[in-house]
């Protein structure tokens, strides 16, 4: 039970954060532009790639994507993770503008404006250092080969 509550605490903590924004928008007037045909499809695509890099932590990793509970025993480099080295954040992020666009709400872009800000900070003092403390030579192999935020899609 400790162990699902551990695992839950982060997506609920996500849709706290996310109904917060919302409650800016309506507290404070604010509207932007509905946009559902292209934030449907970025919900669904965002979702689709969070889904599979979870899998892929699952079968290949022995772990969670979650950077605080059951790490991956194993560097993941397969999947998505051959393009990129962040794929779950581009997930959530496509998941975050999908929303912002569907409802209107100028409260999720700024939402989606500090998550940018966190997470980069995050991965670079905690995440990053952690992986190359675990994974040493490998880890270092795979940033030099695989950029962090923007996909490549041939080999280098």
């Known amino acids: 039970m400790l162990a ?3 695992f839950l605490w982060f997506p609920t903590a996500v849709v706290l954060v996310t109904l917060a924004w919302i409650w800016l ?3 404070l007037g604010w509207r932007g532009m509905q946009l559902p045909v292209l934030g449907w499809p970025l919900i669904a695509l965002g979702g689709l790639l969070a889904g599979w890099c979870t899998a892929v932590f699952r079968s290949l990793g022995k772990g969670t994507p979650h950077p605080f509970t059951a790490k991956t025993r194993r560097l993941v480099i397969a999947g998505p993770y051959r393009f990129v080295r962040n794929p779950m954040m581009w997930g959530v992020g ?9 409802l209107a709400s100028v409260g999720l872009w700024i939402g989606f404006a500090v998550f940018l800000i966190y997470i980069n900070v995050f991965l670079r003092v905690y995440e990053e250092p952690d992986m190359e403390r675990r994974f040493r030579d490998e880890y270092r192999e795979y940033c030099r080969r695989v950029p962090r935020w923007w996909p490549r899609f041939r080999r280098k």
């Not at 496509?94 to 569907?102: D, F, R, S, T, Y």
């Open 4 to 6: 699902l509550l551990r």
């Open 25 to 27: 928008d309506s507290a």
């Open 94 to 102: 496509a998941i975050q503008v999908g929303l912002a666009l569907l």
